[in-house]
């Protein structure tokens, strides 16, 4: 029995845990979600990389005295770590029983979540900034608000990812408890009316006060104190010194061979880099030792304790900074908190990330920094302790693993003068650089920079740099670099068009990014792009391009304006969103049908009650499923072994052989063909399945996993098909029913004969997206009696997961049952994906008797996970001069992996979206690719995105040949009714419901299109290195409705439940459910029906209870689901009117209660099921919207900012405002994140080769537009719709075309002024700009070598001037 100084002591919102035994891997997140009821911290990436897992971490700070309140993410945070703290949780702040915190009702009332699953994550990292504002001092903000400013209420949610909402109404509930805020900039909310007064509308909100840091107490004593030195854990344990002497001891008994293998361990945030699995003999926590805690000042700089937390640095180094008015330490500070996250930054340590970076190679951004500065490190090997210069601790060998980084010094800077010769003003120059896809943070730079520079500014204004440190870092050498011969040439110098030129060839000399690493070439150009912008920082290159500049080349008086910011900088002090707008009709017609109603269960997402699959507590005997895939396309499994060190835990290897003889090796189905569950004897492609392994723990089944070697033999097989040139080589096509393959519009020989131009065979490649819903695929399967089995899925199809199980486990339908009650997230790929994850867990739970449960760890996921069609697209263009397109021809190939999924459909998706332009004659040819890759499957959108997008290419070429404006041709070509009629045929409905030319004009107008074009051209002709674009693009797309069955059930108490085959995905389908609900029954018209909707519950799934469910997606689904409900609730309504006529003639009024309890003793059936079948002459039917979007390029980063965007989207008469509203911002967020950041690359084998949050970028916070106005069309009464509403789901996704285009707009006059410097190479206006256009492909457009280009113009202009 471990005694009390060994035991681990904290509190969960207010519980006590002690704990004797703690195997010291074991995370704060893996702890709270298997051992306590506190399931809001979610499991997501497990890498620090989405903040699903923050929670909140109390501790008593014995240098301040006083307890801190900080974010943590739970994932990384060793349970040992948090002795003696406090751990709060979103359920902790506040829940269901005890009432919600101000937090969760703003989010709820904001529309601030959808599928939930990043929703506590937010809420905590939202109360940590609110918190930490609370206690910074200051004056008390007004009441009802918080400390918090408006900027740091946007910087507290910055890691955290969200894939649903978009992030803009995050950020206005984030914003409302700012004290600085404008409420009047506050989107739409549940708590006032456009129009009401500041006043209502600050009164209306939940009102917050300090004391609403539940669980949090300020009172130190009420801490537990504790310092343990040793907690125990068998074989492993955990040690915290609180003197270097306890370190070294311990540290020394190692070396005399008494114990194994140490780690020293202060944030372990490392490990969300390298996910060591490795287990220690010792864990040596560093951050009781005081040395390594505190701070030190003396006339020389500042010493700091290598333990400190990143977050802490930072604020020393603002405080610091702000005393001595120095600008390095304020800019170390600026820049180290772009690193990662506030949640990492809480727990990061100072040192562990120097370590990381000298002895991995990590590409750290505070070594580049503090190698700039010349910093120092203090190290402690055994009893030696040696100061070391950053660049000696750097370039040493890597660090033993019992070397320990003591402190950390910056010096203080003063500039020295250059030789007095001549007269001087002497200034002191530093600016840091970072390069990256996100410029708040979240994302490793491409490259990062620090200079420093002693400039001398003569009596002519002109620079001489004294001495200079060039410092670069994070571009794949082994560690940051200092450019020693461009610093050494630049010392003494005079900064002349001439001597930048020079440096920087010196510098391309100096910064070698080694070939292996990843654009390459791209990073090369950062350190030219890097070091020009800092020496013209201070010389002015910029005005030096009149050719009225100094004969010398020298660069002219009055220089010394910046002229870039580097994304990272410009954001740093204005507001990330700095504005939005959102216009929405709503309609009283079917009330409380039309209300922007809060979505059901958003406050219980907030809170984290929600319950998800993996929350679900796992059954006794519960086992861990984690799947072993191929790692080769095709080829034959020898044999698996596991790693036989690997945990003994292991309870089986399910593999195809143990499907039962009646069953059959079937892991999904679609209308099309079924896929097998596991590979047999062939593996078919890089993902493939071939065996589960199963244990006790999810850990233990994972790590077994992982080991797992598979034994390959290709001999004799043929190769594989990788490239979609293969499969036509080999005729590899999966076959489309002719009634789905999209007709032809027109004779394309006719109108390639009437065209003036003609733009022959181009090609365009697109590649996949991933979903990264926030939940990964996950099942749970429960055995039941008589070999029934009950699976809780996360799907958007369970009907189908249900058919599936029961084919093979080779049982009938009715002894199974699946249940889905919310997904989180799912965007397609939870639908046919996400049933071999139910089937797997269910095949298992039958082989061995016992509960099983899978829940994907994200890398798995990206590899089984398929994703987004690619595409290879060539096309033939004829067209007049004005603009006009006569005939258009594509050849596409889609990659549709190894089975057809939901391919087929893909032709009718891509021409579908594609017609929203009059080609004149249209024609195609389209080949569904069978590949040795994962297949492709739905996702939001599926073909109508590349079908919407090719459009757009084939506009922006046209344009770019005829030297128009893309928007002219645009217009030029789109359609009238009639030839919409023509393309579309009968789908294309009344001309009044053609809205697209209305929207076209409005937002032209609500957005100011034409003036804004005219700035923009100002703006690019005064502007070098920034150039900015504009596009406006439409979007027609076509939806289905499918049947969808509906049950309304009416209880004693009035109340109502409801079940649909629709499943909540967060695109709010129980919420409209409800309204219709509440409306339909309306109808009945008696007393007590003013509330009805309150009374309405929707139920989980469950394909037992209701058949025929059907499957959520196409964007109709809610539509349908409400139509089904409908038609129950008219026919209870046709059963109760006998009831309430009978109750009317013996009283006045009829309340709705009594007349439920009237029905119930009459025995009148109070549940109704019904089926919608929709009318098969308007069971499909056009969307249309359109954006303006504009963004700004940096030419020497790449970088693309959106400045704003502008969306009008036609609703129909929106079911809920509020909700349709969500849709359309975060389709078109996920859209951007596909046009503009999103790679989803695979090796040349077709594995996935990104594998979380570390190397896929979806959008954050900080990309999305800065300005963000969107409205919600009401275009009236569309007879044939539900309730005349019209879906938002999909198509709004495809307008993030917008930015693409915008950001080729930019590029475009970039090239044009590369051309007027004199390039003549590769600079055709014509070019093509791929799908991600990221950083590098951006950068590669605007000139790789445009500074070259460009001091080479200024050398020619001098020499003539
Ligand atoms: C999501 C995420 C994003 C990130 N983004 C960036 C980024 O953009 N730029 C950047 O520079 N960094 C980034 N980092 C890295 C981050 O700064 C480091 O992970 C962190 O600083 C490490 O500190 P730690 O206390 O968590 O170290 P730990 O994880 O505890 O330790 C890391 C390693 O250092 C050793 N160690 C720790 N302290 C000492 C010491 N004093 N002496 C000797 N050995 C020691 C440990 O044994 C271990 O091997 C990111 C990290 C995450 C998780
Ligand atoms: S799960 Fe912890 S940060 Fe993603
Ligand atoms: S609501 Fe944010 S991930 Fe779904």
């Given at each position: 029995m471990a005694n009390e100084d060994d035991r681990l002591v904290f509190e969960v919102n207010g519980q006590r845990f002690e704990l004797?035994?703690?195997?010291?891997?074991?995370?704060l997140l893996h702890f709270l979600r298997s051992?306590?009821?506190?399931?809001?911290p979610k499991l997501s990436c497990?890498?620090?990389?989405?903040?699903?897992c923050v929670v909140v971490l109390s501790k008593f700070d014995p240098v301040l005295n006083r307890a801190e309140n900080f974010s943590v993410s739970s994932c990384l945070?060793?349970?040992?770590?948090?002795?003696?703290c406090s751990v709060t949780t979103s359920e902790g702040l506040g829940n269901s029983r005890d009432g919600f915190h101000p937090i969760h009702r703003r989010f709820a009332g904001f529309h601030?979540?959808?599928?939930?699953?990043c929703t506590p994550g937010m809420c905590m990292s939202l109360f940590s900034a609110i918190s930490a504002a609370e206690s910074s001092g200051g004056p008390p903000p007004p009441?009802?608000?918080?400390?918090?400013?408006v900027a740091d209420a946007e910087k507290a949610i910055s890691g955290n990812l969200c894939r649903?909402?978009?992030?803009r109404p995050i950020v206005d509930a984030c914003k409302?408890?700012?004290?600085?805020?404008?409420?009047?900039?506050?989107?739409?909310?549940?708590?006032w009316r456009k129009g009401d007064s500041m006043e209502v509308r600050s009164r209306q909100l939940p009102a917050y006060s300090?004391?609403?840091?539940?669980?949090?107490?300020?009172?130190?004593?009420?801490?537990?104190?504790r310092e343990a030195r040793r907690l125990n854990s068998g074989k492993h344990s955990w040690f915290t010194p609180a003197s270097i002497a306890e370190l070294q001891e311990l540290l020394q008994l190692d070396s005399a061979g008494n114990a194994g293998r140490v780690k020293l361990v202060v944030g372990n945030t490392g490990n969300g880099y390298y996910k060591e699995t490795e287990r220690f003999d010792k864990y040596i926590d560093l951050r009781y030792i005081r040395e390594l805690s505190v701070v030190r000042k003396d006339a020389f700089g500042v010493e700091f304790g290598?333990?400190?937390s990143i977050s802490k640095v930072v604020m020393y180094l603002k405080r610091e900074g702000k005393s001595r008015v120095d600008p390095v330490f304020d800019k170390i500070a600026d820049h180290i908190e772009?690193?990662?996250?506030p949640f990492i930054r809480n727990s990061a340590s100072l040192g562990g990330n120097l370590v990381m970076a000298q002895?991995?190679?990590?590409?750290s951004d505070i070594a580049t920094l503090l190698l700039a500065v010349g910093s120092s490190v203090v190290l402690l090997s055994g009893r030696n302790r040696e100061k070391l210069s950053m660049e000696e601790f750097l370039s040493r060998p890597a660090m033993d693993?019992?070397?320990?980084?003591l402190t950390v010094s910056i010096p203080f800077l003063e500039p020295s003068r250059i030789d007095g010769s001549i007269e001087t003003s002497s200034r002191l120059l530093f600016k840091t650089y970072r390069a990256a896809p996100r410029p708040l943070g979240n994302a490793l730079p491409y490259m990062n920079a620090a200079f420093l520079a002693d400039v001398s500014f003569g009596k002519d204004g002109r620079a001489y740099i004294d001495s200079v440190k060039l410092a670069f870092g994070?571009?794949?050498?082994k560690h940051a670099t200092r450019a020693k011969k461009v610093e050494d040439y630049l010392a003494g110098k005079m900064v002349t068009v001439e001597v930048v030129d020079e440096a920087i060839k010196l510098a391309k000399d100096a910064i070698v990014v080694p070939?292996?690493?990843?654009h390459a070439a791209y990073r090369s150009s950062l350190a030219v792009g890097f070091l020009f912008e800092f020496l013209n920082s201070?010389?002015?290159?910029?005005?030096?391009?009149?050719?009225?500049?100094?004969s010398n080349g020298s660069f002219p008086e009055g220089a010394g304006k910046?002229?870039?910011?580097t994304p990272s900088i410009r954001l740093q002090?204005?507001?990330?969103?700095s504005s939005a707008k959102q216009v929405v009709e709503s309609s009283s017609d079917y009330y409380p049908v039309g209300e922007p109603m809060i979505k059901s269960g958003s406050a219980i997402q907030a809170s984290g009650e929600a319950v998800y699959v993996d929350d679900i507590p796992s059954p006794p005997n519960c086992l861990h499923g984690s799947f072993i895939y191929?790692?080769?396309?095709?080829?034959?499994?020898k044999a698996i072994s596991l790693d036989?060190?690997?945990?003994?835990?292991?309870a089986a290897v399910i593999?195809?052989?143990?499907?039962?003889?009646?069953?059959?090796?079937?892991g999904s189905m679609s209308v099309f063909s079924s896929e097998p569950l596991f590979a047999e004897?062939?593996?078919?492609?890089?993902?493939?399945?071939v065996a589960l392994v199963v244990a006790e723990t999810r850990k233990s089944a994972n790590q077994a996993a992982e080991s797992a070697q598979i034994e390959y033999d290709t001999e004799g097989l043929d190769p594989p098909i990788l490239t979609v040139e293969e499969a036509v080589e080999r005729s590899s096509y999966f076959q489309v029913p002719p009634f789905l393959y999209p007709a032809e519009v027109g004779d394309f020989s006719k109108g390639m004969d009437s065209a003036e131009h003609k733009i022959l065979s181009a090609e365009i490649r697109l590649g996949s997206q991933y979903y990264?819903?926030?939940?990964t695929q996950t099942a749970l399967a429960i055995p039941d009696e008589d070999n029934c089995m009950t699976v809780y899925s996360s799907s958007q199809c369970p009907e189908s997961a249900h058919r599936v199980i029961a084919k093979c486990l080779g049982?009938?339908?009715?002894n199974i049952r699946v249940l889905t009650?919310?997904?989180?997230?799912?965007?397609?790929?939870?639908?046919?994906?996400s049933i071999p994850i139910a089937v797997v867990c269910a095949l298992a739970a039958h082989k061995l008797r016992r509960p099983v449960r899978i829940y994907l760890d994200r890398k798995t996921d990206m590899v089984v996970a398929g994703g987004r069609h690619p595409m290879k697209v060539t096309y033939s263009v004829g067209f007049k001069?004005?603009?006009?397109?006569t005939a258009l021809r594509l050849d596409i190939l889609i990659?549709?992996?190894?089975?057809e999924d939901i391919s087929p459909i893909l032709p009718h998706n891509v021409i579908g979206s594609l017609k929203?332009?009059?080609?004149g004659a249209l024609s195609f040819d389209i080949k569904v690719c069978k590949m040795n890759h994962s297949s492709k499957s739905a996702m939001r959108g599926p073909g109508e995105v590349q079908g919407s997008y090719i459009a757009e290419a084939v506009i922006e070429h046209v344009a770019s040949f005829l030297l128009m404006e893309a928007d002219a041709v645009r217009i030029r070509n789109l359609h009238s009714f009639d030839s919409l009629k023509l393309f579309h045929?009968?789908?294309?409905?009344?001309?009044?419901?053609?809205t697209l030319p209305y929207i076209w004009d409005k937002l032209a107008g609500s957005c100011n299109l034409g003036q804004r074009v005219a700035t923009i051209e100002e703006f690019n002709a005064s502007n070098v290195w920034r150039k900015r674009g504009i596009s406006r693009v439409p979007v027609v797309q076509a939806v289905i409705m499918r049947p969808a069955p509906g049950k309304v059930s009416i209880l004693w108490d009035g109340s109502v439940v409801v079940e649909v085959g629709?499943?909540?995905?967060?695109?709010?389908l129980w919420t409209k459910v409800r309204q219709v609900t509440a409306y339909a029954l309306?109808?009945?018209?008696?007393?007590?029906?003013?509330d009805l909707v309150e009374k309405v519950r929707v139920v989980q799934a469950d394909t037992l209870s209701l058949v025929q469910g059907g499957f959520t997606a196409g964007s109709t689904t809610s539509e349908s689901s409400c139509a089904a409900v409908r038609l129950c609730c008219n026919e209870l309504v046709e059963r109760l009117k006998p009831v309430k006529d009978q109750l009317q003639k013996q009283r006045d009024g009829v309340k709705w209660n009594d007349l439920i309890l009237q029905a119930n003793t009459t025995g009148v059936g109070l549940a109704v099921n019904s089926m919608f079948a929709p009318d098969p002459s308007s069971i499909s039917y056009l969307n249309y919207g359109a954006a303006v979007s504009e963004v700004e390029v940096?030419?020497?980063?790449?970088a693309t900012t959106i400045l704003r965007t502008d969306i009008v989207y036609d609703?129909?008469?929106?079911?809920n405002p509020a909700v349709d509203l969500g849709q359309v911002e975060g389709a078109f967020v996920q859209g951007l994140g596909f046009f503009m950041l999103e790679e989803y690359l695979s090796n040349p084998?077709?594995?996935?080769?990104v594998d979380g949050t570390w190397n896929y970028k979806i959008p954050t916070i900080d990309t999305i537009p800065k300005q963000f106005n969107v409205e919600i069309l009401n275009?009236?009464?569309?007879?044939?719709r539900v309730l005349s509403s019209k879906a938002s789901?999909?198509?709004?996704?495809?307008?993030?075309a917008a930015v693409h285009c915008a950001a080729r707009a930019a590029v475009k006059a970039a090239r044009k002024q590369l051309e007027r410097w004199?390039?003549?190479?590769?600079?055709?206006?014509?070019f093509h700009l791929d799908v991600p256009a990221t950083m590098p492909v951006v950068k590669r457009l605007c000139g790789m070598d445009a500074v070259e280009t460009y001091l080479k113009m200024l050398s020619r202009v001098d020499k003539k001037g």
């Open positions: 004797p035994e703690v195997d010291p891997s074991t995370t051992q306590t009821s506190f399931k809001s497990a890498e620090g990389g989405c903040g699903a945070t060793l349970l040992c770590t948090i002795n003696g601030a979540s959808q599928c939930g699953f009441p009802g608000f918080s400390k918090l400013t649903c909402t978009g992030y409302s408890f700012a004290a600085d805020v404008d409420l009047e900039d506050l989107g739409i909310n549940s708590f300090p004391k609403d840091h539940a669980c949090l107490n300020d009172d130190p004593s009420s801490y537990v104190r290598a333990a400190l772009k690193i990662a996250s002895r991995k190679d990590f590409p693993a019992k070397d320990v980084v994070a571009y794949g050498a070939e292996e690493t990843s201070f010389s002015g290159i910029n005005s030096a391009i009149s050719p009225a500049s100094d910046s002229i870039i910011d002090n204005s507001t990330i969103l191929s790692t080769k396309p095709l080829a034959r499994v036989s060190r690997e945990p003994a835990d292991v593999t195809a052989k143990d499907i039962p003889a009646a069953g059959k090796n079937i004897e062939i593996t078919r492609f890089a993902g493939d399945l990264f819903y926030m939940e049982v009938p339908d009715h009650r919310r997904v989180g997230g799912g965007f397609g790929g939870k639908a046919l994906k001069s004005d603009g006009k397109i990659n549709a992996g190894i089975t929203k332009y009059n080609w045929g009968s789908i294309s409905g009344e001309a009044s419901e053609f629709g499943i909540e995905l967060g695109q709010g309306a109808s009945i018209k008696c007393d007590g029906l003013e940096n030419i020497l980063t790449g609703c129909g008469q929106s079911m084998d077709g594995l996935a080769a275009s009236g009464h569309h007879q044939k789901g999909e198509p709004p996704l495809l307008l993030a004199g390039c003549v190479d590769g600079i055709e206006q014509t």
